[in-house]
C-alpha cells in the first residue's frame, strides 16, 4: 500500500522552531517530487514547499521563504520540513504529498497523487 505519515507537529511559542517528517512507503520515492502544503480552518489548502526527485531543486511560498528548508533523504524514503521563526499564522494542518508525474504548477493539490493525514503546527503568541 501507498502510505505517507507526518510526524513532528505540536505546540510552540511564536519564534521557535519545528521540524516535520513525512516517511513514505509503497511507491518509488526516489522518482517522486514531494512538497509540503498546510490548510487552516476555513482557508484553502497552501503550498508551502516543494523538493525535486532528486532534492536538486526547492520552492518556497512567499509566506515562508527564508524561514523554512525541505530537504529529503531517499534512502530513508523521508522528507522533512524545517520551520524557524513561527508565527500564529503559520498555525495549520502541515500534508505531505507526493507527485510522480509532473502536472500543473508545484502548488497545485490536485497535481499529486498521494497524501498523508497531516499533523497540526500551533504556535501561539
Known amino acids: 500500500q501507498v502510505q505517507l505519515m507526518e510526524s513532528g507537529g505540536g505546540s510552540v511559542q511564536a519564534g521557535g522552531s519545528l521540524r516535520l517528517s513525512c516517511a513514505a512507503s509503497?511507491?518509488?520515492?526516489?522518482?517522486?517530487?514531494m512538497s509540503w502544503f498546510r490548510q487552516a480552518p476555513g482557508n484553502e489548502r497552501e503550498g508551502v514547499a516543494y523538493?525535486?526527485?532528486?532534492?536538486?531543486?526547492?520552492v518556497y511560498s512567499d509566506s515562508v521563504r527564508g524561514r523554512a528548508t525541505i530537504s529529503r533523504d531517499n534512502a530513508k524514503n523521508t522528507v522533512y520540513l524545517q520551520l524557524s521563526s513561527l508565527a500564529p499564522d503559520d498555525t495549520a494542518m502541515y500534508y505531505c504529498?507526493?507527485?510522480?508525474?509532473?502536472?500543473?504548477?508545484?502548488?497545485?493539490?490536485?497535481?499529486?497523487?498521494?497524501w498523508g493525514q497531516g499533523t497540526q503546527v500551533t504556535v501561539s503568541s
Open positions: 523538493i525535486s526527485f532528486s532534492g536538486y531543486t526547492t
Open positions: 509503497g511507491f518509488s520515492f526516489n522518482t517522486a517530487a
Open positions: 504529498a507526493s507527485r510522480v508525474t509532473g502536472s500543473g504548477t508545484w502548488d497545485s493539490p490536485s497535481g499529486y497523487d498521494y
